[in-house]
């Protein structure tokens, strides 16, 4: 089966999030009320789909709440059935692949709707793409690609803001955003999760980012680093962190797929070394000569009975936190 909206049956009770696309793009996250909004510094909210219904991560019925169509998740809802998840990613409802967004009215965030309110302020349409749960069935050729996922935007220019930790890296040429990443946890060792849009680090998780790198990056010079600025500074991602911020950062053998797991992931070509980082900071972790036209892989994990714990959302918007490849 083929074709950007190819459906096919899943699991049941896959865990999944969104993130807006078109005139907007942000993961879409929620409020306490159960309202999911997008923007503002709100991170991926995790949804699970049943079939074709989704609820929240406290068992709220997702619905489109009449009259104004928008999308909620409430306590003790039966919730809308119609979500499907194309080969691509693509998440329709009932058919509809395009939806609309609204001022929500508190700083940057954008309420989602399946219909145009009318009196909604600077509505604009939109898409939403899964994180996961693609059909079982789809050719490779409908997918979204091995190494690729669902895209994280990869712009030619990055802006970091004096007030955003650099270390170097601020003008040092284009910014390769990862094209997938994976998260394996050696506690569920077969468990393969599909690309992710947030890194989660920990003594039993550990998360590996893949990265395109373009032809025209022939005979240039590459350069991992690491952002993690202060979560006062972010406009559009959220992090948790604790222990004592050791990490290990590897070189692996291929790059990972969307069937990567704890088990069968790449094997480590070269330990880049163990880093101990804190907010406000950024790190030069590995430079290397471009190997232009591949894909490659890196892991990043907690050191060897270490305490540390990291969830963030990759994001590029200032101030940029994760883990980038620059070339020049």
């Known amino acids: 089966m083929g074709?950007?909206?190819?459906?096919?049956?899943?699991?049941?009770?896959?865990?999944?999030?969104?993130?807006?696309?078109?005139?907007?793009?942000y993961p879409v996250g929620q409020i306490s009320s159960g309202q999911t909004r997008a923007g503002g510094?709100?991170?991926?909210?995790?949804?699970?789909?049943?079939?074709?219904?989704?609820?929240?991560?406290?068992?709220r019925g997702c619905w489109w709440t009449?009259?104004?169509?928008?999308?909620?998740?409430?306590?003790?809802?039966?919730?809308?059935?119609?979500?499907?998840?194309?080969?691509d990613g693509s998440v329709s409802y009932n058919g509809q692949t395009e939806f609309y967004e609204c001022d929500a009215g508190e700083g940057d965030q954008i309420n989602i709707y399946l219909q145009k309110p009318d009196t909604g302020l600077n509505c604009a349409q939109i898409t939403l793409t899964?994180?996961?749960?693609?059909?079982?069935?789809?050719?490779?050729?409908?997918?979204?690609?091995?190494?690729?996922?669902?895209?994280?935007?990869?712009p030619s220019t990055v802006d970091i803001p004096d007030t955003c930790p650099a270390n170097g890296v601020k003008n040092a040429g284009e910014f390769?955003?990862?094209?997938?990443?994976?998260?394996?946890?050696?506690?569920?060792?077969?468990?393969a999760s599909g690309?992710?849009?947030?890194?989660?680090?920990?003594?039993?998780?550990?998360?590996?980012?893949?990265?395109?790198?373009?032809?025209?990056?022939?005979?240039?010079?590459?350069?991992?680093?690491?952002?993690?600025?202060?979560?006062?500074?972010?406009?559009?991602?959220?992090?948790?962190?604790?222990?004592?911020?050791?990490?290990?950062?590897?070189?692996?053998?291929?790059?990972?797929?969307?069937?990567?797991?704890?088990?069968n992931a790449?094997?480590?070509?070269?330990?880049?070394?163990?880093f101990t980082v804190s907010p406000g900071n950024a790190y030069k972790i590995y430079s290397f000569a471009c190997p232009s036209g591949t894909t490659i892989g890196f892991e990043v994990a907690d050191v060897s009975g270490g305490d540390t714990s990291l969830n963030f959302f990759q994001d590029y918007n200032p101030c940029p936190i994760g883990l980038f490849i620059t070339t020049s």
């Open 266 to 274: 790449p094997d480590v070509a070269s330990d880049l070394g163990q």
């Open 41 to 59: 510094g709100l991170s991926a909210v995790s949804l699970t789909l049943e079939s074709t219904s989704l609820t929240d991560s406290q068992g």
């Open 3 to 25: 074709g950007a909206h190819a459906l096919a049956t899943r699991e049941a009770g896959c865990s999944l999030t969104f993130t807006t696309g078109g005139a907007l793009s």
């Open 176 to 191: 390769n955003l990862p094209s997938l990443i994976i998260v394996t946890d050696k506690s569920s060792p077969s468990t």
């Open 130 to 154: 899964a994180s996961g749960c693609y059909p079982s069935d789809c050719s490779e050729a409908s997918t979204p690609s091995t190494t690729g996922g669902v895209y994280v935007p990869s």
């Open 195 to 263: 690309t992710q849009y947030n890194a989660d680090i920990s003594s039993t998780k550990s998360t590996i980012f893949n990265f395109d790198i373009p032809a025209s990056a022939s005979g240039k010079t590459c350069q991992l680093s690491f952002l993690f600025p202060m979560k006062d500074t972010l406009e559009t991602s959220d992090f948790s962190f604790s222990g004592s911020g050791a990490l290990d950062f590897s070189k692996l053998s291929n790059a990972a797929t969307q069937t990567t797991s704890y088990s």
């Open 66 to 87: 009449p009259p104004s169509t928008v999308l909620q998740c409430d306590v003790n809802q039966v919730p809308d059935s119609g979500f499907e998840i194309g080969c």
